[in-house]
């Protein structure tokens, strides 16, 4: 596709079971990164990737998000345990480069909603 | 941590209004981006702005960095119904980060016909 494709839209889950959301990125984007927006807040950097490396996952809240990039492409963010605090829009965005270029594209989102 | 405070956090115009928002911080940035979104959709990339004192235009709305590089304002002649969207500040993280993002809360626009 054209932009960065994330799913699924939408995602229900239960406190205490585990999601997983996906991320396809913009073909040839070699910089890949997962923020986290809440009602009424700005977008907060959760993680980077370049290629299939975590350059930087500081902003990961705690040991149960975790993400992955196995073939420099699509991405996956996992959360285990989930917790009602976790519900929020998971964006992820791609950019052709990587340190040098902050010009990132975002998708659509997946709004996470933990009941 | 560096932060940056948008204002206002909400407006409301009339069609043809000029406004301007207004992004600040006291941090230093490598770079400052300014973004749009709409509901149910991620932010769009509208300027990046890298150097102090920087000025972009895009047909109506002006974009300026403060010479510091700690702030920014976005400014819109004549607005239409179709500006109306959340408008987000980034700052790109200093050094070796620069790739990491700092948004704002956004300000909030309506532009009534």
């Known amino acids: 596709g054209a932009g960065v494709s994330q799913t699924p839209s939408n995602k229900v889950t239960e406190k205490g079971k585990y999601v997983e959301l996906r991320c396809d990125p913009i073909?040839?984007?070699?910089?890949l990164y997962w923020y986290r927006q809440s009602l009424g807040q700005g977008p907060e950097f959760l993680i980077y990737?370049?290629?299939?490396?975590?350059?930087?996952d500081s902003g990961l809240p705690n040991d149960r998000f975790f993400a992955v990039r196995p073939e420099g492409s699509v991405s996956t963010l996992k959360i285990q345990r989930t917790e009602r605090g976790d519900s929020a829009v998971y964006l992820c965005?791609?950019?052709?480069?990587?340190?040098?270029?902050?010009?990132?594209?975002f998708g659509q989102g997946t709004r996470l909603t933990v009941v | 941590t560096q932060l940056l405070e948008q204002s206002p956090q909400f407006l409301s115009i009339q069609e043809g209004e000029n406004l301007t928002v207004y992004c600040n911080s006291s941090?230093?940035?490598?770079?400052l981006q300014w973004y749009r979104q709409e509901p149910g959709e991620g932010p769009v990339l509208l300027v990046t702005?890298?150097?102090?004192?920087e000025v972009k235009k895009l047909k109506r709305l002006t974009f300026q960095f403060g010479d510091a590089r700690k702030d920014s304002s976005l400014h819109i002649t004549a607005a239409q119904p179709g500006d109306t969207g959340l408008y987000l500040c980034?700052?790109?993280?200093?050094?070796?980060?620069?790739?990491?993002?700092?948004f704002g809360k956004g300000t909030l626009l309506t532009v009534n016909p």
């Open positions: 941090s230093v940035f490598s770079s």
């Open positions: 702005v890298v150097t102090g004192g």
């Open positions: 965005a791609s950019s052709p480069k990587g340190r040098r270029n902050t010009e990132a594209f």
């Open positions: 980034a700052g790109g993280g200093s050094g070796g980060s620069n790739y990491k993002l700092t």
């Open positions: 073909s040839g984007h070699t910089a």
């Open positions: 990737f370049q290629g299939t490396g975590a350059a930087d």
